[in-house]
């Protein structure tokens, strides 16, 4: 088998395991996308959320401040950019959180879940302590994120008619960016990968990804559902 | 007394204690501006300093990963690009590593000294594991460098009349950036320092950092000083 096949199947892997393990199969994603949300159950996610975008930058800069190699610095910096630009990740996101009702002053408070804050700050964590080539394997749930945001914008529109149209910019710009993103670090994989060992080693820094995300709805599942906490009604 | 007069007072401090430790003050500093380092120990500066300027972006992104504040965020990641564009101080170094008659594969082969490895290694690790804000502080050395870069082109134009004057650039390029980049420093630390705790640990950053310095030349005096290392010649 020559090293592209190898390659191919490689991250043939990331996606198979990638989706399997990923928050679309999540019990309070399925409860969004069947309609079936609050409006402070919406809002709720948007503002606990915002935590895990806040921690983007610093994780993709932690990915930077272990890695010698100028040619990749290079290019992971546009990711910090992505998301502190002035027209970036997060002043989008804070218009989603415009759009169902809540304040920037309310998403920035940072009044978040602590099982959110646990896993988005054990993110960071990750990235500062995992080699850079760990780090950026990470990233690569955006292998498998296009079908999620294809499937918020659509049900999202639907089902929740009361959400401002401006807000769901965020997912229409991932829908773009995404793929370019999962080009991106596939292409530095491609480059900087030796070794079966550096292999495995990338795909468990994936799997621990999709837990960090599954940890997030585990935590607004229950306060929100189970507990019926009703903070943001 | 007013809080700006405080802070003037503080930044006053920052220049009298930088200063006083900076490596302007180091033998193998003023030998150099003395005219009396042979070209084998220029160009074993010029070697070993590149460790150092290659730590400098990943330790400002390691300031970045620390920092939750995205304003600071945005001014910081110039710091990276300064260093890491196309034109920035790391291609400017390795131009003035070719005027001393280096390849640019000497360069990124690093093989420095295992005492400035140690000393740009920990100065990374500072940054990776002190606040944000002793990060930027510890960046203040470029309070006190633009007379070490004049002096370097001075006499190092005068002196040393072999060094291909494009060599040159990088500390022309420092002398307009430095000052630049000691104002941005310092409106953060204004903005952001609040206690005499603050103040005491940005201070100690800085001496920290003056001492990553002085190390760098220390290990440049024993090895092709005074035990008479010839590699370079």
């Known amino acids: 088998m020559s090293s592209v096949d190898a390659f191919e199947e ?17 019990p309070f994603h399925k409860l969004m996308i ?20 806040r921690i983007l930058p610093m994780k993709d800069a932690a990915i930077i401040s272990n890695c010698p190699f100028i040619e990749v610095r290079r290019v992971w910096i546009k990711r910090i950019i992505n998301h502190d630009g002035e027209n ?3 002043e989008k ?31 960071l964590e990750f ?14 749930t955006t292998l498998v994120a296009p079908d999620a945001h294809r499937d918020r914008l659509e049900y999202m529109k639907r089902y ?41 080693r990338c795909l468990k820094a994936l799997i621990f990804k999709t837990t960090v995300l599954w940890n997030i709805l585990d935590a607004l599942y229950m306060e929100y559902i189970v507990r019926g906490r009703k903070d943001y009604e």
Chains 1, 2 share one sequence.
């Not at 002053?105 to 993110?123: I, Q, T």
């Open 10 to 26: 490689f991250v043939n892997t990331l996606k198979v395991e990638g989706a399997k393990r990923y928050h679309t199969n999540h």
């Open 34 to 53: 069947e309609g079936k949300l609050t409006p402070g159950q919406i809002r709720a996610w948007v503002i606990n959320r915002f935590y895990y975008q």
């Open 88 to 90: 970036g990740g997060l």
């Open 93 to 123: 996101w804070l218009r989603l959180g415009e759009a169902v009702g809540l304040t920037r002053e309310d998403l920035f408070a940072g009044n978040v879940l602590p099982g959110v804050k646990l896993a988005c700050d054990a993110y």
């Open 127 to 140: 990235c500062k302590n995992s080699s850079w080539l760990e780090g950026v394997a990470s990233s690569l």
């Open 160 to 200: 929740y008619p009361w959400i401002k149209p401006e807000g769901f910019e965020y997912f229409q710009w991932r829908l773009i960016e995404g793929p370019e993103d999962s080009r991106m670090a596939l292409n530095i994989l491609r480059d900087y990968i030796k070794t079966d060992e550096d292999r495995e």
